[in-house]
């Protein structure tokens, strides 16, 4: 069985037996694949986006869920490519969603959402 093929089923036994992993746990895994793979990037990113959409969800009441996921993605520097993948959805999905954050933050264009997403990640960042 190779490498990849035992982490899956590890994964698999958990959930058979509810296994559920805290925030921190989950970051700590993350950081260990950061180690082993190709794209740092996008382990780090994600590392980040965990602890940034668990803070941001009650600060956020006019985003749904997924927008509110969508939007500190964009913060981060993901293009629409990658949210597709990262979240499984489809790119259409991805720019319904970009559509839907740009009308309810009554923004002018993606490029003022790219920069409000900016500046909020940024911010969050800090504090």
């Known amino acids: 069985m190779n490498f990849t093929k035992k982490i899956i089923a590890v994964i698999k036994e958990a959930e058979k037996k509810k296994t559920v992993v805290t925030l921190e746990e989950t970051a700590l895994i993350m950081n260990a694949f950061k180690n082993i793979t190709h794209n740092k990037a996008i382990i780090e990113k994600t590392v980040f986006l965990l602890f940034l959409v668990e803070k941001n969800l009650k600060n956020s009441p006019k985003l749904t869920q ?62």
């Open 66 to 127: 997924r927008e509110t996921q969508i939007f500190n993605l964009i913060g981060l520097g993901f293009n629409s490519q990658e949210m597709s993948s990262l979240l499984e959805i489809s790119k259409e999905t991805v720019s319904t969603h970009r559509k839907n954050i740009i009308k309810k933050l009554h923004l002018k264009g993606s490029g003022k959402l790219q920069k409000a997403a900016f500046q909020h990640a940024h911010k969050n960042l800090q504090g």
